[in-house]
């Protein structure tokens, strides 16, 4: 049982951790990536009405 | 109550924040591949926000955290399969990298281009019913959650229910994947907050080594090694790894992300950071209910548990969770947790609803009404034709959430459900991207066999579900081959991409 423990234990670190640091990372990048995204939908609707 | 006035406020705030900035996706709808893959245009980190948040929801936590009450830690092993499947899927782009390739709108779609018509429209009827069936419970055990924590009387849960499912249908159905994606981005940043401050409260609360206690004295080496445990053993985990890598690849809702984005490398990287947010995603509420076993278990065994006992009230395992929430959080962060979760709910929710409509519409309705001879339909019409394919679906999860409670826990429940489509159309998928042999009638009897072998050994042999699952993946196999091997033999080369 306790090599189950200390596995599971390094899996939740695993987990939490990269659940944490992923999340910040796609706060700052996810917010750049949606304004280029819609700033390319922009022009492709400018061009499509042109 | 249990929400105080400044819990209100935060989440009346987030719910107005939320749908007038998805009503913004509006303008940028052109054509039917805007309002279905956001015009093919999402980036890195867009997806991984989209992606994570359709697939993280208030039924996610609660079903989790049933596991975790229910089974401890064992139920782990359910949460690392599911990420390091993903993982493996990102890394190796297996069927997203083609699939993203082949520029489809929805995983029927596909069935065309390799097989024939009516197996689209036949994995099109099955997709949509099978997930709509999948998600017709989401409703009220997100309900549930709601009323429990903020305290709301139970009597409501139909209102609650109507009020939440309204407000995705605005928004989704005016603005499609552009405002679910707009929308997505910022469920996920709230959910995540939300994810972080319950656990490191439940985690205080309870403390750890309590929990491991707690585990242990109920449940003894089952608690800890998923072998062991009786409602898992090597079955149930072969069974996981087929179910996930069929998730991962041909669950409708996750391939439009597949499909959204602008390129195939793209997918692949959206896929594999995601994957270690999966693993979190199952890991995290599933303590959250050890917590709460070890805060609140001290009533009746039932099934090898102890139920959980709040505030002198039995209640059932799956509702221990948010019980435990409205017991340890404070006012502030109640209304951020309930905000978060909302947002989760609202995310899978309009990500779902755009998802089955989108199969509805352009898998049934479009291909039935090409088969009568009748003309395409204008861009335009096939966003009104998903437009209202979105308001059934949200019609039926009404009336079949309020009817419906699945039996055992709700995790299996909706593994079973989805593998009754699943088992057959990752097969098809499968072999239809690697083996040359594969064919229609092989298609066909992979679909049949791999439904009726889910169906058939859950609802009439009462089997239990690790079988079930298993059984379904290897007839939906079996089916294939023999079809394949019996019928004609397929065309050499895939017909082109649309542009």
Partial sequence: MNHWLAFWTVWLVIAAVSFAVITAIVMVKGYRDLRSMFSRLAEQRTHDRG | ?499
């Avoid at chain 2, 009230?313 to 340890?328: H, R, Y």
């Fill in chain 2, 1 to 499: 109550m249990h929400f105080a006035s400044i819990d209100w406020l935060i989440v009346v705030v987030y719910l107005i924040a939320s749908v007038a900035v998805g009503l913004l996706g509006k303008k940028y709808i052109g054509s039917v591949s805007h309002y279905l893959v956001a015009g093919r245009e999402l980036g890195t980190y867009a997806g991984i926000a989209t992606l994570a948040a359709t697939e993280i929801g208030t039924i996610t936590f609660m079903y989790n955290a049933e596991l975790g009450y229910r089974y401890g830690f064992a139920a782990f092993a359910a949460a690392l399969i599911s990420g390091l499947v993903m993982i493996v899927v990102g890394r190796t782009g297996l069927v997203i990298g083609r699939f993203r390739a082949l520029r489809l709108m929805t995983v029927p779609e596909y069935f065309e281009r390799k097989y024939s018509r009516g197996l689209r429209l036949l994995a099109g009827i099955l997709v949509a019913v099978g997930g709509i069936l999948n998600m017709g419970v989401f409703l009220k055990i997100e309900g549930e959650f709601l009323t429990i924590v903020s305290g709301i009387d139970s009597h409501y849960l139909v209102a609650v229910m109507t009020a939440i499912l309204l407000l995705e249908l605005v928004y989704t159905v005016v603005g499609g994947m552009m405002a679910v994606v707009i929308t997505d981005f910022i469920q996920y940043v709230l959910l995540s907050v939300a994810t972080i401050l319950v656990s490191i409260y439940a985690v205080f609360h309870a403390g750890w080594d309590d929990i491991v206690a707690k585990v242990s004295s109920t449940m003894g080496s089952a608690g800890f090694d998923p072998i062991e445990n009786p409602k898992f053993g090597v079955t149930f985990l072969v069974w996981q790894v087929l179910l996930w890598f069929a998730i991962h690849t041909c669950w409708q809702t996750t391939a439009m992300r597949v499909f959204s984005t602008r390129t195939p490398e793209i997918s692949k990287r959206v896929m594999t950071w995601t994957g270690f947010i999966y693993l979190g995603r199952g890991m995290l509420p599933m303590l959250w209910g050890a917590a709460a076993l070890t805060l609140f278990g001290l009533g009746a065994v039932d099934n090898g548990v102890p139920l959980p006992v709040v505030n002198g009230q039995t209640l059932a395992p799956i509702d221990a969770m948010p019980a435990m929430l409205a017991s340890i959080l404070g006012p502030g962060v109640k209304g951020i947790v309930v905000a978060g979760m909302l947002a989760a709910t609202m995310s899978v929710n309009s990500s779902y609803l755009l998802g089955w409509s989108a199969v509805i519409s352009q898998d049934v309705i479009l291909p039935i009404r090409e088969q009568m001879g009748k003309p395409a339909l204008s861009s335009r019409s096939q966003i009104l034709v998903n437009r209202l394919a979105n308001l059934f679906v949200g019609l039926f999860l009404m009336f079949w959430g309020l009817y419906y409670t699945p039996p055992g826990a709700v995790y299996l429940y909706l593994n079973i459900t989805g593998t009754i489509y699943l088992a057959g159309t990752f097969i098809c998928v499968i072999g239809g991207l690697y083996w040359k042999r594969a064919n229609t009638s092989g298609g066909y009897l992979a679909m049949l066999m791999g439904a009726a072998g889910a169906i058939i050994p859950f609802f009439f042999l009462h089997w239990s579900e690790n079988v079930t699952g298993f059984c379904a993946f290897g007839l939906a196999a079996l089916g294939l081959v023999l079809g394949s091997l019996m019928g004609k033999r397929a065309p050499t080369s895939l017909a082109a991409a649309r542009p």
